[in-house]
Nanobody, 120 residues
Framework: QVQLVESGGGLVRPGGSLRLSCEFS????????MGWFRQAPGKEQEFCGG???????YYPEPMKGRFTVSRDNAKNTAYLQIFNLKPEDTAVYYC??????????????WGQGTQVTVSS
């Protein structure tokens, strides 16, 4: 059974940066595309970006420029870097694993989430 464990969240000042990690176990990491989502209180879940099995990334338009998704297949880990953090980036961030990046919103596996709070 695939398990995803996020880490790296915390309290960050506006303008700072953060790297979240998602450790994958339970299956062959390279068989999955990986994605990152976030959900702020009272708001809909939002797709932050994803990376396919070959390492090609995709970002929705609002996330381009400040969000970077990467993966280290040797470490079975996916990453989300966020630059120039803003208070509106405050949310719980989740990683997900799917067989295809195109269907990431219906990903088979999800992590438990890690809280990111941006505040001075």
């Amino acid at each position: 059974q695939v398990q995803l464990v996020e880490s790296g969240g915390g309290l960050v000042r506006p303008g700072g940066s953060l790297r979240l990690s998602c450790e994958f176990s339970g299956d062959t990491f390279t068989s999955y595309a990986m994605g990152w989502f976030r959900q702020a209180p009272g708001k809909e879940q939002e797709f932050c970006g994803g990376i396919n099995k070959r390492g090609v990334t995709y970002y929705p338009e609002p996330m381009k420029g400040r969000f970077t998704v990467s993966r280290d297949n040797a470490k079975n880990t996916a990453y989300l870097q966020i630059f120039n953090l803003k208070p509106e980036d405050t949310a719980v961030y989740y990683c997900a694993a799917a067989t295809n990046l195109a269907t990431m919103s219906d990903a088979e596996y999800w992590g438990q989430g890690t809280q990111v709070t941006v505040s001075s």
